[in-house]
Structure formats: structure tokens, C-alpha cells
């Protein structure tokens, strides 16, 4: 019975888990510029990310460690070092963008700035982690999450062509304005496979003390669970294809993109995108300020859990906080989390090597995984994959920031 | 056993399960004539802050004698406490006696609890 309660709130997780400023301002950007055309990114993005979450959670129930914890074991300080530093940089970036989006979501329903309301938000997050354990943050973040099956509504509500929508899912070159195409092909991908999320999820794993006996759960709440949340940013790139594209409105601030639901819902539409917007990148603020300090607690051989009070962990508590603290700075002077959440998403897709190459290589080691380790479909769909992401990440930023195409 | 592969980096694990830390360092000691001998387990940020650069080594005596614990600069685990060498390495004496948890004992005094709910 615990099994199938763990396996329905991973499902919804997943639901929620997907969708976050990134993905949503991503899909959306793609879905104005190019209509259906980037679908195939998304889709991408959501088979490296089910093949990932699936082996970090494989490797944490037959090895009983987490994924960070192997990183420091095996590869020695000196590399593991270089590892935390990178991803905890760019996961800083999306994380101070994610509270922006928050932030924004709230401007639209008060009116009051993105400053005003970004140490609210923080001090929320902060709240939660400091009274709460993983299980409230997890469970109250993908059950609130739930709320973005409006987004589904929407596609249903809108009629596509699906003729034009199945199209959009084998890759194709724009006739125009390659450079953004490309741009935006690449932040998807960032945005999908955000390396924290492998990190957390075997974090959780561990937490809740899988073993072997879990694989099956495992499969199924990386799978369908990353399919769902796939397939609901797939629909805000419809939305947006179907509501922006035809009138020409290319996404540069989060109002436009809110305007993609009021065809939709006409009433409601407005605040169905904020109220979305705003649990979503809440949640995913949380996961990542827990990640942070996960990946030092686990990396430097702290007691690092989520269960136990702030003061038994005084470390792993001082570092959300500070971190969270951190994160707000930039919002109150004024950063726009748009932009943010650009340049963070490009710069995940760039590093993602820096990531997955140890990843790889822990789960092809018999001596963590004994006869569970990687089959070739998985290892060369990951390698592929983040190999493409990497490729594209250098070749568009500098055609994006530059100019040219 | 290979001391880069089983001891170096690991997990060290208490008499309560309590995390102690990790394996920043190891002593070896090598006598005249005979086999080298392993004789402690070092945890302390100047020795990660060695193993990446010893550039990095000033500055982080520096911040430590600026701010934090008072203890000693390496905490020192005679190889005489490990029990059991396995994906993580256990110890017959508890954390506390160490003071290996001297940075968590003083942020949690003087930072985590003097916040409401902390403790």
C-alpha cells in the first residue's frame, strides 16, 4: 500500500515536476516564434530526462547511496569539486530565476513589482523547508501542481490541427530566423534536463529508503510521471501556437505570455496562468534551494536530511538558508527573471557534460550497481542526447547573443 | 586494500550511525625497513582546499582563523577506531568525541538556534 501511495504522488510530482518557469517561458517563446515547430525539442528533452531520473533512482535503491555522494566517492575531491561548483552556479541562476517567477505571477494579481514580493517569496520557501519535511514539500507541491492541467484544457478547448501538431514533432529547419530557432531548441533542452533534478530525485530516493524491491515503482514514477509534465509544456507550446503565433506577439514579458490563455478561458484565463505559473516555480524554488544543500551536505559528509530539525543539521539548514537569502538579492535590485531564466537555461543545456559524463560513468560501475547497471539503449540515448544539447548550446548562444543566422 | 579506492573520500560512519564527515586526508607512516603503516584519518577544509590547489590553502586558514570554531586546524582519527572498511568507513567512537562536528555545534549555537523553530 505504501508502494502505490509513493507511486501516485510520484506520478503527480512528475505533473509538476516538469513544469517550471523554464519550461513554461521556453515553450511558450517557442510556441509564438515558430508554432508547432519545436515540439520535437520538447519531446527530446522529456525521453534524456525519463532515461535519467529512471537510472538516478535505480542507483540509489540497489546502491543505497545518493548520486552526490558516489560523485565524491569515486571520482575524489578534486574532480568532484569542479562538478559541485559548476551545477551549483547555474542551479543558483535558475533558482533566483524561479523565484522571480513567483514573484511575477504575484505582480499580475496585485500589481506590485517583482522587488516587493521576491523576499516574501523566499521567506515562504525558507519557512517551509525550515518547519516542514521532504514528504510536505513534495506532496504539497505536486497536489497544488495539479492545477496546470488547465493547460491541457486549454489545447482541448483551442482544437488544434493535429496533422500540424504531429509534424512538429519530427525536427525540421525554420525558414527564418535561425539563430532564435536554435536558441530556443537549446533552452528547452536546459530547461528539460535540469542535472538538480537527478540529484533531488535520488536524494528522495534515499530518504525514503528505497531498495531493490522499488525498480518497478521507480520506472513507472520516472516514466509516466516525466511524460505527463512533458506533455503539459508540450500544451503551453500549443497554447501559444495556436493563440500567439497567428497574431505575430513574440513573447519578450510574462503579461504576453499570460494573454495566451485568455482566448481559451476568456474570464479566468489571466489568473488560470498565474495562479500556474506561481505553485509551479514555488515548488521548484524549494527543490532547488534543498538540492543545494544536498549536493554539500552529501558531498562533504554532513548529516544531511530533510527529516530532522535545523539545529541537529546546523549546516545543511545554514546553507538553504543562505542560499535562499542569496538568490533574492538580484530580484530586489531590480534583474528581470525573464532574462535570468534565458541565460540560465542555455547555460544548463551548455553544461550539461560537466553533469551527465560522471553520471554515466557511475552507473555503468558494477561495484555500485552489481548487475543493475546500464544497458546500452540507455547509455547511448543519455549520451546522444546531452552530446546534441551540448553541440547546439555552443553553437547558438554565441549566434543568440551575437546576432547573425 | 587500496587506499585511494576504499579510504580516501569515503564516508565516515560513527558508533550511533551518525555521519562523521569525510576521508579529506590520510596519514601513512613510513619507518626505516618496513611495510608504510596507516596511522590517521584527516578531515579539515585545508586539506580539501590542498588536494585542489595549494593556493587555496592561505586563504582558507585565513577565513577559518577570521571566523568559525575554535579547534584544532586538521581533526585527526586514529586508524585504530575503523571497525569495518565497506562503501563507507565505521567507527568505534562517537562524532562528538571527535571534533569533527566542531563547525556544526557552532553554527547550530550560534546561527540555527537563535532562530525561531530551530531547534
Request: with cysteine.
Amino acid at each position: 500500500m505504501k508502494k502505490v501511495i509513493q507511486v501516485a504522488l510520484g506520478l503527480i510530482t512528475g505533473i509538476g515536476g516538469f513544469l517550471e518557469i523554464g519550461s513554461v517561458t521556453t515553450s511558450a517563446q517557442a510556441g509564438a516564434a515558430f508554432g508547432f515547430q519545436l515540439i520535437w525539442a520538447l519531446l527530446l528533452g522529456m525521453l534524456c530526462l525519463i532515461f535519467m531520473l529512471e537510472m538516478s533512482g535505480r542507483f540509489s535503491a540497489v546502491s543505497q547511496h545518493t548520486v552526490v555522494e558516489a560523485l565524491r566517492d569515486r571520482f575524489g575531491f578534486g574532480f568532484f569539486s569542479i562538478v559541485l561548483t559548476g551545477v551549483a552556479v547555474v542551479v543558483f541562476l535558475v533558482l533566483i530565476a524561479e523565484l522571480g517567477g513567483v514573484a511575477l505571477a504575484l505582480k499580475i494579481a496585485s500589481g506590485a513589482g517583482v522587488p516587493l514580493w521576491a523576499f516574501p517569496v523566499a521567506f515562504l520557501a525558507w519557512l517551509l523547508l525550515w518547519k516542514g519535511n521532504l514528504q510536505l514539500i513534495e506532496n504539497l507541491a505536486s497536489i497544488l501542481g495539479l492545477i496546470t492541467i488547465c493547460f491541457a484544457v486549454a489545447v482541448y478547448r483551442l482544437q488544434p490541427q493535429w496533422e500540424a501538431v504531429s509534424s512538429g514533432a519530427i525536427p525540421s529547419l525554420p525558414t527564418s530566423n535561425k539563430a532564435h530557432y536554435w536558441f530556443l531548441a537549446v533552452s528547452i533542452l536546459g530547461a528539460s534536463v535540469s542535472p538538480y533534478l537527478i540529484y533531488f530525485y535520488s536524494a528522495g530516493a534515499v530518504e525514503e529508503k528505497w531498495d531493490e524491491s522499488y525498480l518497478g515503482a521507480n520506472r513507472i514514477i520516472s516514466g509516466i510521471g516525466t511524460a505527463f509534465g512533458a506533455l503539459l509544456a508540450v500544451a503551453v507550446l500549443m497554447v501559444a501556437a495556436m493563440v500567439l503565433h497567428p497574431r505575430g506577439i513574440e513573447v519578450e514579458n510574462f503579461e504576453q505570455m499570460a494573454q495566451m490563455m485568455t482566448t481559451p478561458f476568456p474570464r479566468w484565463g489571466v489568473a488560470l496562468f498565474a495562479i500556474s505559473l506561481a505553485i509551479t516555480c514555488f515548488g521548484a524554488a524549494m527543490e532547488i534551494a534543498l538540492s543545494i544543500s544536498y549536493m554539500f551536505g552529501q558531498g562533504l559528509g554532513w548529516n544531511s536530511s530533510e527529516e530532522a530539525r535545523p539545529a541537529d543539521e546546523a549546516r545543511f539548514s545554514t546553507v538553504y538558508t543562505v542560499i535562499l537569502a542569496g538568490a533574492t538579492l538580484p530580484l530586489l535590485v531590480g534583474v528581470d527573471p525573464i532574462k535570468v531564466t534565458t541565460i540560465s537555461m542555455a547555460l544548463t543545456a551548455a553544461t550539461l557534460p560537466l553533469a551527465i559524463v560522471p553520471f554515466l560513468v557511475l552507473m555503468n560501475d558494477s561495484n555500485y550497481l552489481h548487475d543493475k547497471t546500464n544497458g546500452l539503449v540507455s547509455n547511448t540515448v543519455v549520451v546522444m542526447i546531452s552530446t546534441i544539447a551540448c553541440l547546439l548550446a555552443i553553437v547558438a548562444i554565441p549566434l543568440q547573443v551575437f546576432g547573425g543566422g | 586494500m587500496n587506499i585511494v579506492r576504499d579510504v580516501l573520500d569515503k564516508k565516515l560512519i560513527d558508533c550511533e550511525n551518525r555521519e562523521v564527515g569525510r576521508v579529506d586526508g590520510a596519514l601513512l607512516e613510513f619507518a626505516n625497513g618496513s611495510q608504510p603503516k596507516m596511522v590517521q584519518l584527516e578531515i579539515g577544509g585545508e586539506i580539501l582546499a590542498a588536494r585542489v590547489g595549494t593556493w587555496l590553502v592561505p586563504l582558507v586558514r585565513w577565513l577559518a582563523s577570521a571566523w568559525g570554531p575554535r579547534r584544532e586546524r586538521i581533526v585527526a582519527i586514529s586508524w585504530s577506531h575503523v571497525t569495518r572498511v565497506e562503501k563507507d568507513l565505521h567507527l568505534d567512537i562517537r562524532a562528538d568525541d571527535t571534533q569533527a562536528l566542531a563547525w556544526e555545534h557552532w553554527l547550530s549555537e550560534k546561527f540555527v538556534s537563535r532562530i525561531p523553530g530551530g531547534k
